[in-house]
């Protein structure tokens, strides 16, 4: 286990990042997931206009180190803010700049790494980690100076990748030991311990913490997700101009055809409206993964994690009871 894995994992009652998202993360789930014991994040770009980005972080390191004073037994999980480093982003270096003022724990990048970034973050000891689709971005982002990655593999919400996890993982593993987490259509206690067997440092958990109480999402979002599965999934760039997994139920509302969807032109990448269409995401077009039919009811953060974690722990006696019996049978 690499130091950095282990100092976060010392701090974290279950190896479970949750991943940014965009609208929904707000302090008030960020620091919900980090007082339940796992990496809470939020997008910087959530926080609007930019100079409430100061406030937002403020609020959230003084609320946790309150938490730690009074849970010395328990304490708070670091947190991480997301920063899209695409240059449509004209408050990158304004944003930076606020996660160093505040001494950000873990900085998560996105669509574009840059090492002064990653200096800025390494400067007061920060962590970085940079999310990625394939193993070619992943050694870009690592020689640019990240810390960590990321693997985003098929069927994860949101902007995801299309190539399996176990090959993903694979080929990441072949050549990297630093730390790194698995996103795609992880939504179960038990998901999250397939991540770690097939080498991930961490499960990468989106889409179930949009359907908890905390989060920032409509009424009618968080229901659908309880009443979806992964056959509701779409794949789609019309809406950003990247690639990304859509709820079917919101495209059809819009009144769009899931089935025949024109493809965008990537030059047209809008992260704030989706402006590619009229419908915009994610205000009526919702990301999600393709691991929601695990999620049957809005749940409050707390609640979600004790699930994950009672779910992990059965899924590891099934495993080690299983190999225990496998110990006892004669090689073939």
């Known amino acids: ?19 940014p998202l965009f609208i929904i993360s707000t302090p008030d789930l960020v620091i919900a997931q980090c007082k339940a014991g796992i990496i809470g994040s939020f997008p910087a770009l959530n926080a609007r206009p930019a100079t409430l980005l ?21 304490p708070s999980a670091p947190f991480a803010v997301n920063q899209i480093v695409h240059r449509s982003n004209d408050r990158l270096d304004h944003d930076v700049e606020m996660c160093v003022k505040h001494k950000v724990p873990v900085v998560i990048t996105s ?21 990625v689709i394939n193993a070619t971005f992943s050694r870009k982002a690592i020689e640019k100076g990240a810390d960590g ?13 299309t190539i399996s996890p176990l090959a ?19 939504a179960s206690g038990s998901a999250v311990l397939a991540a770690e067997a097939m080498g991930a440092d961490f499960g990468y958990i989106g889409s ?32 950003t101009g990247v690639h990304g997994n859509y709820l079917r139920p919101s495209i ?17 990448m809008n992260f704030g409206s989706g402006g590619n269409t009229d419908a915009k995401a994610w205000k ?31 899924a590891l006696a099934r495993v080690n009871t299983n190999a225990i019996c496998r110990m006892g049978r004669p090689l073939a």
């Not at 100061?54 to 004073?69: M, N, Q, V």
Request: aromatic residues 6%; negative net charge; glycine residues 10%.
């Open 1 to 19: 286990m690499s130091p950095i894995v282990a100092k976060l994992k010392s701090r974290m009652s279950m190896p479970v990042i949750a991943s």
């Open 54 to 74: 100061d406030e937002w972080l403020h609020r959230i390191t003084e609320e946790l180190a309150a938490w730690d004073r009074d849970h010395p037994d328990h």
């Open 111 to 131: 669509l574009g790494a840059r090492p002064d970034l990653n200096d800025a973050i390494h400067s007061y000891g920060g962590v970085t980690l940079h999310d």
């Open 149 to 161: 990655l990321i693997a985003v593999a098929a069927g994860a919400g949101g902007h995801a990748g």
């Open 168 to 186: 993903l993982i694979q080929e990441i593993r072949e050549w990297f030991d630093g730390p790194l987490a698995l996103s795609g259509a992880i």
């Open 208 to 239: 179930a913490f949009i359907a908890t109480k905390e989060a920032n999402a409509a009424a009618g979002y968080k229901e659908m997700i309880t009443e979806s599965a992964a056959d509701d999934i779409v794949y789609s760039n019309l809406f």
């Open 252 to 268: 059809v509302r819009a009144g769009l055809d899931p089935e025949n969807l024109p493809v965008s032109d990537p030059s047209a």
């Open 284 to 314: 009526d077009i919702w990301g999600c993964g393709q691991g929601i039919g695990a999620i049957k009811d809005v749940l409050s953060v707390g609640e979600l994690v004790a699930r994950f974690q009672h779910e992990y722990a059965d």
